[in-house]
């Protein structure tokens, strides 16, 4: 059995397998793009909550691995020569796990880099301007008097979404006919948006002519409908 007791977040989170990759996470939009991933590739797994309520993403076991205090992070007791590797940043995972297995990434090399390509679109855009809608519709923010900041984050989140919708004419995936770890990395978010977020008249999403439709077809997937709610969250 790989030894992973240099690894201090296994003291707060001890593996149970420790042969097996281990998530520490909580299912939010960056959260569940690594729990869907996992059960994509159906590598073996344990998922490990990280409580916000309990601040657990600022103890020191966790940034140990991750010094940047965000989820989600893995632990790869399998990691490249065979030796442990720790890793954070979801859309560093997914090229991880996408390299390591094979699947949901092209193989040839220019298809393989337009697909890293638009997962970092989502990260740079869709999920920080998603997020501010989030944050200004939903929590703290919409008690704002000035609502500038809303309707600037909502405009640029119209905006990306019409990105998307254009992508996807023609398509079924961000990538056209293959499913890859760009639509895992957008599903959540998109998701979050007009669910989670109440945004969905706001961003005028009944509108758009394909991003629905292809939202519909990524929940539809049973590894999607299982990886949104890895791990569970905690019980009020």
């Known amino acids: 059995m ?23 996470s909580l299912p939010t939009p960056n959260g569940v793009k690594v729990s869907i991933m996992l059960e994509e590739i159906g590598l073996p797994y344990e998922a490990h909550l990280v409580d916000f309520g309990k601040n657990d993403q600022q103890t020191p076991e966790f940034l140990s691995l991750n010094p940047n205090g965000k989820i989600p992070a893995i632990l790869d ?8 590797l720790g890793l954070f940043e979801s859309g ?16 040839h090399s220019a298809r393989r880099i337009e697909t890293i390509q638009w997962v970092h679109f989502q990260i740079g855009g869709v999920g920080p301007m998603f997020g501010q809608v989030g944050f ?14 809303l309707q600037r ?3 640029e989140s119209k905006r990306l979404l019409g990105v998307i919708d254009r992508r996807l004419d023609g398509r079924q995936w961000i990538m056209g006919d293959g499913y890859t770890i760009a639509d895992i990395s957008m599903l959540g ?4 948006l007009i669910g989670f977020y109440e945004a969905r008249e706001l961003v005028e999403f009944d509108n758009l002519k394909h991003v629905p439709v292809w939202l519909d077809r990524c929940l539809a997937r049973p590894a999607v409908q299982r990886g949104l709610v890895i ?3 905690p019980q009020p």
């Open 2 to 24: 790989p030894d992973l007791s240099a690894f201090p977040i296994t003291k707060r989170w001890p593996p149970k397998h420790s042969d097996r990759l281990q998530l520490y």
């Open 77 to 84: 007791p399998d990691g490249p020569g065979g030796r442990p």
């Open 231 to 233: 791990p569970s969250r």
């Open 136 to 149: 200004f519709n939903k929590f703290a923010g919409k008690e704002y008097a000035d609502k500038r900041p």
């Open 189 to 192: 978010w998109v998701r979050n």
């Open 92 to 107: 560093a995972i997914l090229d991880y796990l996408a390299g390591k297995t094979g699947k949901f990434i092209p193989p």
């Open 153 to 155: 984050y909502v405009s």
